[in-house]
């Protein structure tokens, strides 16, 4: 809550009537000048979230980003990348989400993945800047031609962005942009098949061409894999295969601390990420 309306009815005079308002910074007792035993026990323990928020947790010896490297938009300044192509930030937070799962691949919506992690100290708060929505993991059983369905879905924008554009681990793929794309929808914008040449192609799980009619255990979130997040439905007749009750913060931190030991290295040096998804602007020669 960022706002509360205002309304001062006098016995005499005048009505008057307003909006407070104020950033997600500023707790409201403070804002209202508010100043009782709640309000302390507040400070107190904010003081202490602060605190723990700061806490160094690892060290990355590059930048991780979701903007290109190079080109600059005349307007913004930064050009957001992680929405149409593979960072170096998706790869850690993809990888993340499949090796704490044990899944045999992972995909998240570029959408979800918010801000740069800068060179230098690791903090909890960059891991809760990075994923502020605090988003279930789960894990789903899902067929090949439900995650080629899916990577279709995300893919369908590129060049343009779109936050449900998959970003991946344990797989590879292509994106021929010289194919339109040919994904339908309804009349909610949720995807509902696809009716022409995919651009979607040489989808690798594990090294190995998917295989359309087997299963494949998929790491995501919720929001992704459960509830049609940013159209998504290819997963819709999937089984969930987890239990859950854990949040991406927590697979994100604990795979930096437990997994990498604390040192994001140079396997995230390029910003462009691993090869993961390629980008095929031209039809190949025949």
């Not at 690892?58 to 300044?77: E, F, H, M, R, Y």
């Not at 998240?108 to 909890?124: C, E, S």
């Not at 089984?239 to 030991?261: H, P």
Request: charged share 25%; glycine share 12%; aromatic share 6%.
């Amino acid at each position: 809550m960022q706002c509360i309306g205002w309304c001062r009815i006098p016995v005499e005079g005048e009505v008057t009537a307003g909006v407070y308002s104020w950033t997600m910074d500023d707790p409201a007792p403070e804002v209202f000048e508010i100043e009782n035993e709640m309000s302390e026990a507040v400070k107190e323990a904010r003081a202490k979230v602060q605190a723990l928020m700061e806490e160094k947790i690892a060290v990355s010896g590059q930048d991780l980003t979701i903007n290109d490297p190079v080109a600059v938009d005349p307007k913004w300044g930064k050009v957001r990348m992680v929405r149409r192509a593979e960072t170096n930030l998706a790869d850690l937070c993809t990888d993340a989400l499949r090796v704490m799962t044990g899944a045999d691949l992972a995909v998240l919506g570029g959408g979800g993945i918010r801000v740069d992690i800068p060179a230098g100290d690791v903090t909890m708060k960059s891991i809760y800047e990075v994923f502020p929505f605090a988003n279930e993991v789960c894990v789903v059983d899902a067929t090949g031609q439900q995650i080629l369905d899916a990577l279709e879905w995300g893919a369908r924008s590129v060049p343009d962005e779109n936050g449900g554009f998959l970003q991946t681990s344990g797989m590879t793929y292509e994106i021929h942009t010289y194919i339109d794309h040919s994904c339908t929808k309804d009349e909610n914008g949720m995807f509902t098949g696809v009716e022409g040449e995919r651009r979607v192609k040489n989808v690798m799980v594990g090294g190995s061409p998917i295989d359309p009619e087997a299963h494949y255990k998929v790491a995501g979130t919720d929001y992704y894999l459960l509830m049609n997040g940013d159209g998504h439905t290819a997963f819709n007749k999937a089984e969930r295969a987890d239990t859950g009750g854990i949040l991406d913060t927590q697979v994100l931190s604990g795979f930096i601390t437990e997994e990498l030991g604390g040192v994001i290295g140079e396997e995230y040096s390029d910003p462009r990420g691993q090869g993961r998804i390629v980008i095929v602007e031209e039809k190949p020669a025949e």
